[in-house]
């Protein structure tokens, strides 16, 4: 047993990369005591151990057994006991599914952020929304130089630019995209509804009038990419 423990904590598995469940839903056996303190001793303690205990009365059994090599309050700490196997299994679910759920990161007045669910996002799907760290998730080293020139080329045969288009130019991985006269004459509009002492309403809106194809969605875009950071 001694041996099988070894080899599983320091060659099968790396360290701190799993967790030893032990799930007592049977009459306590002798075996399963001295496997718990075979992984206790290999481990150097309990911090990746877990015991499920739905009876309690299997509990202070395996208790009375386990402490001889674990501290009762270490015990305690590592253990769930009295509750259904069902309620641990939808709680663990429910905290898997709240890690795993993509939130997009919003900056707001106090200089913090907030979180947005792709749920909540889905709602509002006549809206666009840039976060914080919009295509932070890109990752350079598998994009080839032949994807990131197909990308920077879309946009100047007419294509809609992209916000990876700007992230991209902020890498120095592709062109600088030139900022036009209507992008510094939005941004000193906005600028000055920001530095207002008292806002005229909740909602400011800027319209930018521009002829079809002449590039006003990419002056809205490029203020929206320059601004994401802030409110």
Not at 67 to 77: F, G, H, R
Request: aromatic share 8%.
């Amino acid at each position: 047993m001694k041996t099988a423990v070894s080899l599983i904590c320091n060659e099968i598995l790396p360290r701190r990369s799993f967790v030893v469940l032990f799930l007592l839903t049977s009459d306590i056996q002798q075996p399963l005591v001295e496997t718990f303190h075979e992984f206790y001793a290999e481990m150097n303690g309990h911090d990746c151990l877990a015991v499920i205990a739905e009876s309690k009365e299997n509990y202070k059994k395996w208790s009375s057994l386990a402490q001889v090599s674990c501290p009762i309050a270490a015990l305690k700490e590592i253990s769930i006991v009295d509750m259904p196997l069902s309620h641990v299994d939808a709680t663990v679910q429910s905290i898997q599914l709240s890690k795993n759920q993509p939130e997009r990161k919003l900056p707001v007045s106090n200089g913090g952020l907030c979180f947005l669910k792709s749920v909540e996002e889905a709602m509002l799907d006549s809206l666009e929304i840039i976060s914080v760290d919009q295509c932070d998730d890109t990752n350079l080293e598998i994009m080839s130089d032949d994807e990131i020139k197909e990308t920077e080329l879309y946009f100047y045969r007419g294509g809609k630019i992209n916000w990876i288009n700007f992230w991209l130019a902020d890498k120095h991985k592709c062109g600088v995209i030139i900022e036009r006269d209507a992008y510094k004459a939005a941004s000193t509009i906005l600028d000055n509804v920001v530095h207002r002492h008292r806002a005229a309403r909740p909602i400011e809106s800027v319209n930018l009038y521009h002829h079809p194809g002449s590039g006003g969605s990419t002056v809205a875009r490029q203020i929206l990419w320059s601004r994401r950071t802030q409110v």
